[in-house]
């Protein structure tokens, strides 16, 4: 599968209301989401043929292109079923969804006023994000040189195509000095997240993490402390300093591809790949299985 480029991969790609052969799926070079970076996105896990929270991601799909001054065409009832109807299309029980709205190619410039607003919707099998053998021994993080920018820089609570420039640069960077990922501090040079996945630390049985004020409150984040509080582990949101590294003990990261994700290092700190980060873990990998998958064992 790595071997296979993802543009010639099988199946349909759902655009724009059509469910298109997977290599038609194709754009003109003057869009203006290209040029511009006027996309916004969604990433999905189904799990046993049912995408995990679809709701709450087709809902944050359409704030993200409120937040950068757009419509989307479809209603969340509409972009739901297509997901839905385009899994099964596919037959995959496990697999990714990544649905993406754009401002098309009907005018260049930066103001776009009157631009089409395209949707599509692909789905593929990923497995996982993280290298698995690596993933269970915790993965290894570099401190990146770019920061989350300041919310009235970027609209931060957009999951927008735009933001993630700086999560390839620092993930390349990262990559370059052999670490998996990159964790950025935000513009005042407190600890963020990851490129892809937020970050949770653990001292003395409590949770932290960084209360998400210029960055995705991702699904998963939000999942995962509901998962800590019914275990009764505290959690607690707060600013955390670069200098505090030093003193957790366990940290992982959440997100839809990364899961539950312990690190066993971040530069020169390190951590213990522990009992809470991977109860966690298991709890997650437990919660995103559908209700009828667990019935029926
Ligand atoms: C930059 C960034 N932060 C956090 C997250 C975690 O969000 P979620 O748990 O909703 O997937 C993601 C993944 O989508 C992400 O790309």
New binding site residues.
């Given amino acids: 599968m790595a071997s296979v480029p993802f543009d010639q991969l099988d199946g349909f790609i759902w655009m724009n209301g059509a469910f298109v052969p997977w290599g038609d799926a194709k754009i003109h070079v003057l869009t203006h989401g290209l040029h511009y970076a006027s996309a916004v996105f969604e990433?999905e896990r189904a799990y046993g043929g049912e995408i995990f929270k679809l709701n709450e991601h087709t809902e944050r799909l359409h704030e993200s292109a409120r937040l950068l001054g757009f419509k989307i065409p479809y209603s969340v009832a509409e972009l739901n079923d297509a997901s839905t109807t385009l899994l099964k299309k596919q037959g995959f029980q496990d697999a990714y969804v990544r649905p993406i709205a754009w401002r098309g190619s009907e005018q260049m410039g930066v103001s776009a006023q009157n631009n089409r607003i395209n949707v599509a919707i692909a789905i593929w099998q990923w497995p996982s994000y993280f290298d698995p053998a690596q993933k269970l021994k915790g993965i290894r993080l570099d401190v990146a040189e770019w920061r989350r920018p300041d919310p009235r820089t970027a609209p931060s609570r957009s999951?927008a195509a735009g933001l993630y420039m700086i999560?390839t640069m620092s993930k390349h960077a990262a990559e370059a000095k052999g670490y998996a990922d990159a964790m950025m501090l935000d513009w005042r040079g407190q600890v963020a997240?990851a490129?892809?996945?937020?970050i949770f630390f653990v001292k003395d049985g409590k949770i932290h993490t960084p209360k998400p004020d210029c960055?995705?409150d991702?699904?998963?984040?939000r999942t995962v402390i509901g998962l800590a509080k019914d275990r009764g582990l505290e959690i607690i949101e707060r600013a955390i300093l670069p200098e505090e590294l030093e003193g957790f003990e366990q940290c992982f990261l959440?997100?839809?591809?990364a899961e539950v994700t312990p690190v066993s290092e971040i530069g020169p700190y390190r951590f213990e790949v522990g009992e809470i980060a991977k109860n966690l873990m298991n709890d997650y990998s437990i919660a995103v299985q559908p209700k009828h998958a667990i019935a029926a064992e």
């Fill in positions: 990433g999951k999560c997240e490129t892809g996945a937020n960055f995705l991702g699904i998963t984040r959440t997100g839809t591809a």
